[in-house]
């Protein structure tokens, strides 16, 4: 192995509390072999000390699952939003910049606060009414072959990476970007969900909604999970188009 | 009682004017607009068969009946709402092609600039040719085009006007078929990309032939 002293260079973007301005932040650490972000995060929390050799505050990251299935770690990697517990060391190139993901606030370091994305998945009901007063029994089957289909649809974790990649998604607009319109699309195909499908298909054509994509198509490039996002919105465009012209001249199949 | 649009201090999105008004500008983008472009460079590619068919086919055109409500309901008051809503929407965005260099990206990137330089040079292209005819200053024929290309930086304006419009166009094309839900798939939205590349290449080389016809 000869290399006895090799190491990695990290440059941190920091900040202590929401409304305070960013600094960087470069430290240098001994290599391990296959090492990811998150293990790196640790070894400078186990030993917080930057490379002028000067001891700081140990960065503050979030993180919950380790294996790219909640969504918590996700932050600005080179450049790019992603999740930092699959970014492996050893595929990135050094220095390796992290940054928090600004599209969100920032509440400390790299940790940003995603609630905008929880607020929006109630401002578009994607969820699937299922209280009443009495016992309502089973619902419609669903095809097992459009479960599968679903099931794709479902695989969103709200990481916010696609928000993050998307141009629209800023602080000059209201675009809720497309982890909740995707989620609209699961909850109208879902049997029973489909019952209140003409009230999630008004909300997304309220604003901040819909009509806010300029497809860029980012979302589907960057999307973690592999959620064909830029298919859900082009569908949803076809069902609000619809949903449009029964609004204004009337029919009876609003709920079907 | 709370109201029944709330859910947990969280309200409902709802008013669709913004929806509409972003239809409108898509739909307006393709019908009138794009259409009128296409008769206009095609009109225009008259040049290449010399001074009188350009004459004769521009004459025509000046002459159709109630030509000026044709131009305001066709032209002027669509293209208006479209460069207006369009300037906003280019300057909602925050682009980032650097990071997230992607085909359709960049392509997003490209619509906005192509955009924000039409109002510029619509802007004075209408004044240069139109308005100068509506106040007498001049005629519409082939000399005021011959006058106008003969400066080799006004020609090298001119060029770029109208790729930036038939870029324009045929992206939009794209981008209209997605927005109305034609193109749901990743296969119809690729196959989309190859049409509206051949209506760009068609379109710029009808474009650009004409104005070499006047140098």
Redesign the interface.
């Known amino acids: 192995m000869g290399e006895a002293a090799k190491t990695v260079i990290f440059e941190i973007e920091r900040q202590n509390s929401t409304d305070e301005s960013s600094y960087w932040e470069k430290f240098e650490l001994p290599y391990r072999a296959n090492m990811n972000v998150i293990s790196a995060l640790m070894e400078i929390r186990r030993n917080p000390v930057n490379i002028e050799g000067k001891k700081t505050t140990p960065v503050n990251w979030d993180m919950n699952c380790l294996e790219e299935v909640c969504g918590a770690c996700s932050m600005v990697i080179n450049?790019?939003a992603r999740q930092s517990c699959t970014a492996l060391v050893d595929q990135l190139e050094q220095p390796i910049r992290l940054q928090p993901m600004r599209t969100f606030p920032v509440v400390r370091d790299l940790i940003v606060d995603r609630s905008r994305m929880f607020?929006s998945l109630?401002?578009?009901?994607a969820w699937v009414p299922i209280d009443g007063t009495h016992d309502l029994g089973e619902g419609p089957r669903m095809p097992e072959r459009k479960r599968q289909w679903a099931y794709e649809l479902s695989k969103c974790m709200t990481c916010g990476v696609c928000l993050e990649?998307c141009?629209?998604v800023?602080e000059?607009?209201d675009f809720?970007g497309a982890a909740p319109l995707s989620q609209v699309r699961l909850m109208n195909a879902h049997p029973t969900g489909a019952m209140n499908r003409d009230e999630r298909l008004?909300?997304?054509?309220?604003?901040?909604?819909?009509?806010?994509c300029?497809?860029?198509?980012?979302c589907v490039?960057?999307c973690p999970k592999g959620i064909?996002l830029?298919?859900s919105?082009?569908?949803?465009?076809?069902?609000?188009?619809?949903q449009?012209f029964r609004n204004f001249f009337g029919s009876d199949h609003m709920v079907d | 009682m709370l109201p029944t649009n709330v859910?947990?201090g969280?309200?409902?999105?709802?008013?669709?004017?913004?929806?509409l008004m972003?239809?409108l500008h898509s739909l307006l983008g393709v019908i009138p607009i794009g259409l009128f472009l296409t008769q206009h460079l095609i009109v225009n590619h008259f040049a290449t068969q010399g001074v009188e068919a350009f004459n004769q086919a521009a004459h025509f055109m000046a002459n159709l009946p109630f030509v000026i409500f044709l131009e305001i309901f066709v032209i002027y008051l669509p293209l208006m709402y479209h460069a207006f809503y369009g300037l906003y929407?280019a300057?909602?965005?925050?682009?980032?092609p650097?990071?997230?260099s992607?085909m359709?990206?960049i392509l997003?990137?490209a619509q906005r600039y192509t955009g924000i330089f039409l109002v510029v040079f619509i802007a004075w292209h209408v004044f240069e040719t139109r308005f100068q005819v509506a106040i007498g200053a001049a005629e519409a024929d082939f000399n005021m085009m011959e006058n106008i290309l003969s400066n080799p930086f006004m020609f090298a304006f001119y060029v770029l006007g109208v790729l930036s419009a038939t870029f324009h166009l045929a992206n939009g094309l794209?981008?209209f078929f997605?927005?109305?839900?034609?193109?749901?798939?990743?296969k119809a939205?690729r196959y989309s990309t190859y049409f509206t590349l051949l209506v760009f290449i068609v379109l710029s080389i009808i474009g650009i032939r004409a104005l070499f016809a006047f140098v």
């Open positions: 450049g790019k607020d109630k401002k578009v009901k990649a141009p629209n800023n000059k607009s809720i008004n909300a997304i054509m309220g604003e901040g909604g819909l009509a806010d300029g497809n860029s198509q980012n490039e960057s064909p830029t298919t919105i082009a569908a949803l465009n076809r069902d609000v188009s619809i449009m | 859910l947990r969280v309200k409902f999105l709802d008013n669709n004017r913004e929806f972003r239809r929407i300057f909602t965005a925050k682009n980032n650097g990071h997230y992607y359709r990206n997003f990137v794209w981008s997605v927005t109305w839900g034609i193109t749901v798939s990743e939205q």
